[in-house]
């Protein structure tokens, strides 16, 4: 029941911390409540896994302390983990934005990770609830279901509340409190906005996308958004919401390749056009229709004065919404927020307080935007985290 290291935790980050640490020489315990590893991996990327992202930065994540995140992105890289995907044979591409997908499907990164942990000689143990954790004598001491184990090293790799269907949960935050680390106000991200009272009506257009900017306060995507029953939803909003707070108004540029005038030189090719008609050629036209009524400059565009026409150009550049709030966790891909990073190395994501507790991947106040950047986070913390075990 003695080990070097228990972590707890079997999904990205665990798992690659427990392979990496397991190849190291050292004596790993890999500990899940699931009955299986890797259950978030398994439906990423519509179930084929944007398992990095080759522009990988620092300025892409969200901390309380946004130099964080460096130490350990820049000691392993995308191209660190992709060359462990081509080792293992797995054929990959490159969707859009430096996105790398798998090619079939995430049971390959799943198996990978499997394989890397035997190469370890990691013992796996899923399908228990940690019943407790104890810490005296530099050792700490960990129930799972009736079996009890120590090591002097224990990694908290069990991730945030997002998902919670698949058995996410905010253990991460429970058991590094009562170590003395803080914890920033954990919240749902990259999830779909919801809209109430007016905007309400927009749910009207459930289903129809376009690409758009998005944008709140200084922060900017442009990628697709889309209309749900609900509210928005689509990349860029999915992107924004991580910077979003309630009572903030969320920006949509619905047409960011179009230049000041661009309806007064409409208007003058075809003064018989209508507003909508001209919308249309730029946007599907259930969002064109939506919109001219939402203008309300009804009739001929050569019938309404340039400086209307200017002011609907503005509009349609800046459209003001104001989310009531988020889908919540439940559709959340992410946690923001989490362990705050005051209280680690960012070397080693060891507890400056707790020497030998550990802190990786999505349980960290480090959160990526949509692409593979969360993935790339739980490879590079997690082998941080395993060079100092």
């Known amino acids: 029941s003695s080990y070097d290291a228990i972590i707890l935790g079997a999904g990205a980050a665990g798992m690659f911390c427990a392979a990496t640490a397991g190849q190291r020489g050292r004596r790993v315990l890999l500990l899940d409540h699931s009955p299986e590893p890797g259950r978030k991996i398994l439906i990423s990327g519509g179930g084929r896994c944007n398992f990095t992202n080759i522009h990988t930065a620092p300025d892409r994540f969200l901390s309380q302390n946004p130099h964080f995140a460096k130490s350990a992105l820049s000691r392993y890289g995308p191209r660190d983990f992709l060359a462990l995907v081509e080792a293992h044979g797995i054929a990959w ?40 954790v104890a810490h005296a004598d530099g050792r700490f001491r960990v129930r799972f ?11 908290i790799a069990t991730g945030g509340p997002s998902i919670p269907k698949l058995g996410a949960t905010g253990f ?37 996308s376009a690409e758009v ?4 306060g200084k922060t900017a995507f442009r990628e697709a958004a889309l209309f749900t029953h609900r509210g928005l939803s689509g990349p860029a909003i999915l992107q924004i919401s991580s ?20 309806l007064r030189e409409a208007k003058r090719r075809n003064p018989r056009a209508s507003l909508r008609s001209a919308l249309s050629a730029h946007l599907p036209d259930r969002l064109a229709e939506t919109l001219a009524e939402r ?15 200017t002011g609907a150009e503005q509009r349609l550049w800046r459209w003001a919404f104001h989310p009531d709030g988020s889908e919540g966790f439940a559709k959340a891909e992410v946690t923001a927020g989490g362990v705050s990073t005051a209280g680690l190395s960012s070397k080693t994501m060891e507890a400056k307080r707790v020497p030998g507790l550990y802190v990786v991947g999505e349980a960290v106040d480090v959160t990526g ?21």
């Open 145 to 155: 279901g009736d079996a009890a184990f120590s090591a002097p090293a224990l990694v």
């Open 243 to 262: 910077y979003w707070e309630r009572g903030r108004e969320v920006g949509i540029n619905f047409l960011p390749d179009l230049t000041e005038g661009w």
């Open 213 to 216: 900017v998005a944008s709140c």
């Open 93 to 132: 591409h490159e969707k859009t934005l430096g996105q790398l997908f798998c090619d079939r499907s995430a049971k390959q990164i799943v198996q990978l990770l499997r394989d890397e942990c035997a190469k370890g000689s990691v013992d796996l143990m899923c399908g228990q609830p940690v019943a407790d």
């Open 295 to 309: 203008l309300g400059l009804p009739g001929d565009l050569g019938n309404l004065a340039d400086k209307a026409l």
């Open 172 to 208: 991460a935050y429970d058991l590094a409190r009562r170590f003395g680390l803080k914890v920033v106000q954990p919240r749902p991200a990259l999830v779909p906005l919801t809209l109430g009272g007016p905007e309400a009506l927009f749910a009207t257009l459930s289903g129809v």
């Open 369 to 389: 935007w949509l692409g593979g950047y969360n993935f790339q986070w739980a490879w590079a913390s997690g082998w941080a985290a395993a060079q100092s075990i």
